[in-house]
Structures are given as structure tokens and as C-alpha cells.
């Protein structure tokens, strides 16, 4: 890529997080020339007030930069370098069904993992295929960098059924290697990071020659627990079983009765509450006044997702070689697992995109195992969503830890699918077609 300007599209700019997004434009302004930054979502009422914030916090920055704000996803794909994904489709109410709706029949309700991932992605896939297939027609050398979720799933499908330039992004891995650096003291340690996106363990960390992974192993060290997790942390014994530091949503399949008692018991459920900080959000940003990012925003879960994100953009556009850890396909760099398999692991970024940092002999059989049976649920899940077959989402669900049951599964499934009908078109064809 030359310096010439860049256009930078934003899918999903009424999101609260945006904020985060122009925080990091900002922080590089010096190494990535912005010419022109595109805001596109579909909710007028948040476009119109995020993005009035966004517009006040590159206009004090003294950022040379024209700001779009559309509403028609073309515009913003129009002649686009880099894409950045974090739609919501039903917006929060949706969520709060995902998470609602599977307590009746004995299951967690959870934005990523189980039954509400599962919805969360049937009502995604749909939607990211079109972003897709209109870069292909419009922005065909674009990057897209997804940070929407389930964002594993979602680099599943978008990377095996279209030949777009794809990476997918969470904040997951960025908080923890901060956290481990911080706990251990050191300041340039090599991380191994090995999993599925919210399914995945430090299994290596080594610094200057020696290998620090025993000694936190020993020392029953957690990494940093999510804002959106209700979060208890894991005891030295289980993480001597998994002989790798897990993420902490890996609490939703080692602690399983315990997270379905602790959502149950919940006054609100996690999205309940977002709703809630979002309104209050949009009521501070709407302050004409305010030219930055509020302290409220770091109480969801998106802590450093502007650093994440666009450091990925300028490793790309700087051709920077760095380390990163992304959503891939996994290419060889996994011997246990496919090449065709999303995988979240370490890999080298520039110009050309990631390449993923092989791991030669990996020999943890629970993380193998543990991988291999929740990639087997998120293939079922990408034909599901792509197909609208009803016998690949019970598959799907029957090889998911959170799920398992079949009539539980069953009863949850035709509940969500109708409170989702309007975002589920791939199920209902027929009453498409009358």
C-alpha cells in the first residue's frame, strides 16, 4: 500500500463502542493517513449520536479527515481499504432473549457460548455473507477486520464461503497476555496462545531463554477476567488439570451448574444491563460538550478493542511484521486440527495479511479434544446458518457442552427461532416464497 489517504468504513458505527475505534485512529493518526472515515449503520437515532461524538473527537484532535455518515451499506463499501465489522443484528433486545429464553429449558443463556451464540450467529452469518459479497463488487482488495460475535464462527464462515480478505478480532487474548505480563513482571515475554475464539488457553510463556508457564501453573494464575463475565476465576487444581492458563469464558464449561444458577439468579440479565448503559451512554455522548470517550464505556466489555483493532489495521498497512493474535483459517498451524478450521492463535501480520506462527509439537490432550468437539459444533452451526437446515442446527447443538440434551435443545430451538423470525429468513423460506 502507498501513503496515499485511506478510507476506512465502519459497519455498525451506532455501536457504543465506536468511540474506542476513533480513540485508536487517533492514537496512530501520524502512521495511518485517514482521508476519509465512512459511519453506516442502520439505527438513524444512534448513527446520528455516536456519530456526532466521533465527528467532535477527530475535529479536536485536529485529524484531517471527512466524515461520512450513511445508512446505505454500499456507500460505505464504495472504494473502501479497510472494513471494520461490529454489527448487532436485533440490536440488544436480542441478545436478552438469547439469554433469557434457554434458562426454561435448563440452559445458559449467553451471548457467545451455547444456545445464544448459536442465535447469534444464525441471525450473523446471513448478514456478514452480504457485507461480503458487496466488498467483492465494490471494495474487492479491502481488508475486513470482524470484531461482530460469535466472531470464530463468523471467520468460519465468511473464510469458507467467500474468497474476500478476512481477519476476525476479539479483545480476549490482548487483556489476557496485559494481565500475565503484568502479574509476572515481565516486559517482552513470547506467549503461546492456543483455541477457538472464547475457547482458548495460554499453554506457553517464555522470556529471554526461560520458560515462566510452571511457575504460573504453580501459582494457579488466572488471566483477566471480562467486565461482561460474571467471573469467579480458576482454582490452582483445575489449571494444573488443563496444564494451561484458561480464558475466562472457559468458566461457562468448567463451571457449568454454577453459571446456569448464577444467571437464573440474576435480578437482569447481562444484556438487560446493556441496554441500560448504552441509554445512559448515548445520553452522555449526545452532550455537545464532550469531545472524548467516557469512563462509562470501559463498564462493558470492550475494554481495549481500539487498541486491538486498529494496531491490526496499521500492522497491514505499515507492512509492521508484528505479532497479533487473530481468527484464521488454521493453514497447518495446528497439527490437530484442519486447514480449513477457524482457529485463534498468534500470527505474524504485514502487508499481505497473517500468517499463522506453527506450533510444532503440541501434545495437551485436553485442549486437543476439548477444540476438536467445540469446532465440530461450529461447523454444523456455519452450515446452519448458511443452509437453514434444521437437522445441521441439532447436530450443531447435540455436540455443544453447553447444550447436549436433546429435548432441552429441541424446546429452545423452535422458541428462539420464532422470538427471531424476522432475522432468520433461512428458516423460513417457504413463508417466503407464499
Keep these: 500500500m502507498t501513503q496515499a489517504s485511506l478510507k476506512i468504513a ?8 465506536t468511540p474506542e475505534l476513533i480513540e485508536g485512529m487517533i492514537k496512530r493518526k501520524a502512521v495511518l493517513p485517514i482521508g476519509e472515515l465512512v459511519l453506516m449503520d442502520i439505527d ?5 449520536i455516536v456519530g456526532e461524538l466521533c465527528e467532535r473527537m477527530i475535529a479536536a484532535a485536529d485529524m484531517p479527515c471527512r466524515v461520512i455518515r450513511t445508512q446505505d451499506l454500499d456507500e460505505a463499501l464504495r472504494g473502501a481499504d479497510f472494513v471494520l465489522g ?3 443484528v436485533g440490536k440488544l433486545p436480542a441478545r436478552v432473549l438469547d439469554e433469557k429464553i434457554p434458562l426454561k429449558y435448563g440452559l445458559i443463556g449467553q451471548e457467545t457460548c451455547g444456545i445464544g451464540g448459536f442465535f447469534k450467529a444464525m441471525r450473523t452469518i446471513p448478514v456478514m455473507l452480504h457485507v461480503a459479497e458487496r466488498m467483492k463488487a465494490l471494495c474487492p482488495d479491502a481488508w475486513l477486520i470482524n470484531f461482530s460475535n460469535p466472531a470464530g464462527i463468523i471467520t468460519e464462515a465468511i473464510l469458507n464461503h467467500t474468497d474476500i480478505k478476512m481477519l476476525g478480532l476479539c479483545n480476549v487474548p490482548y487483556n489476557m497476555f496485559k494481565s500475565i505480563r503484568e502479574s509476572l513482571g515481565l516486559d517482552h515475554p513470547n506467549i503461546e496462545y492456543v483455541g477457538l475464539n472464547h475457547l482458548s488457553w495460554i499453554t506457553g510463556i517464555e522470556q529471554d531463554g526461560k520458560d515462566y508457564l510452571k511457575s504460573a501453573l504453580e501459582m494457579g494464575l488466572n488471566g483477566e477476567t471480562m467486565k461482561n463475565i460474571p467471573a469467579s476465576g480458576f482454582g490452582k487444581e483445575l ?31 447481562r444484556g438487560e444491563k446493556c441496554i441500560q448503559i448504552e441509554e445512559e451512554l448515548l445520553g452522555i455522548y449526545a452532550d455537545a460538550e464532550l469531545h472524548s470517550k467516557p469512563e462509562l464505556l470501559a463498564s462493558r466489555g470492550g475494554a481495549n478493542y481500539s487498541e486491538v483493532a486498529i494496531s491490526l489495521v496499521d ?6 511484521r508484528e505479532v497479533h493474535v487473530v481468527n484464521l ?8 486440527m484442519r486447514d480449513d478450521d477457524a482457529v485463534e492463535v498468534c500470527a ?9 506462527i506453527r506450533i510444532e509439537t503440541f501434545d495437551n490432550p485436553h485442549i486437543i479434544d476439548y477444540m476438536r468437539m467445540v469446532k465440530a459444533y461450529e461447523r454444523e452451526t456455519v452450515a446452519a446458518a448458511v443452509s437453514g437446515d434444521e437437522d ?6 447435540l455436540m455443544n457442552p453447553l447444550v447436549g440434551d436433546y429435548n432441552a435443545a429441541r424446546g429452545a430451538f423452535d422458541e428462539l427461532k420464532e422470538a427471531h423470525k424476522a432475522y432468520l429468513p433461512q428458516f423460513f423460506k417457504e413463508e417466503a416464497n407464499v
Design 86 to 88: 461490529q454489527i448487532r
Design 10 to 17: 465502519i459497519i455498525g458505527s451506532g455501536s457504543t463502542y
Design 392 to 397: 445441521a442446527a441439532m447436530r450443531a447443538l
Design 348 to 356: 505474524v501480520v504485514g502487508k499481505d495479511g497473517a500468517k499463522p
Design 44 to 48: 438513524e437515532r444512534k448513527l446520528r
Design 329 to 336: 483459517l488454521n493453514n497447518g498451524a495446528l497439527g490437530f
Design 239 to 269: 489449571i494444573r488439570m488443563a496444564g494451561a492458563i484458561p480464558s475466562s469464558y472457559l468458566e461457562y464449561y468448567y463451571f457449568q451448574d454454577k453459571k446456569l444458577q448464577i444467571v437464573k439468579d440474576m435480578e437482569l440479565s
Design 315 to 320: 500492522a497491514i498497512h505499515n507492512d509492521k
